[in-house]
Nanobody
C-alpha cells in the first residue's frame, strides 16, 4: 500500500501564489508518473499537470504559463508552483502517482486525500 500526503493548500488572493507538495510513502519500487488533479464544486475532476520520472511534463490549457510542476525522485515528492492564481482555480487539489511495487508487478494509480485551494479577496 502507498500513501500520498498533500500540503500547501489554503486561502490566497487573486494574483497570488501557492506551492503544493505531495510526498509518497509505503511499498514503492518506482514512481512512473506523478501529477495533480483538481475538482471544483459541481464539476468533474480534471488533470492540472503531470510529470514523468524523466521530467517530461504536460499541463491543462487553463494553467499553462502560470503553474509549474516538478518532482524530486529521491524524496518521492512532487510539487506544484501556482502563480497568478484566479478565482477559477478554486478547487480541491488531488495528488496522483503511478507506482510500481516491484519489478514483476503492474503499476497502480494512487490518490491523496486532497487539499483545498481557495482564491478569493
Amino acid at each position: 500500500q502507498v500513501q500520498l500526503v498533500e500540503s500547501g493548500g489554503g486561502l490566497v488572493q487573486p494574483g497570488g501564489s501557492l506551492r503544493l507538495s505531495c510526498a509518497a510513502s509505503g511499498s514503492i519500487f518506482s514512481i512512473l508518473t506523478m501529477g495533480w488533479y483538481r475538482q471544483a464544486a459541481g464539476k468533474q475532476r480534471e488533470l492540472v499537470a503531470a510529470i514523468t520520472r524523466g521530467g517530461s511534463t504536460n499541463y491543462a490549457d487553463s494553467v499553462k504559463g502560470r503553474f509549474t510542476i516538478s518532482r524530486d525522485n529521491a524524496k518521492n515528492t512532487v510539487y506544484l508552483q501556482m502563480n497568478s492564481l484566479k478565482p477559477e482555480d478554486t478547487a480541491v487539489y488531488y495528488c496522483n502517482a503511478l507506482v510500481s511495487g516491484s519489478y514483476y508487478t503492474q503499476p497502480y494509480d494512487y490518490w491523496g486525500q486532497g487539499t483545498q485551494v481557495t482564491v478569493s479577496s
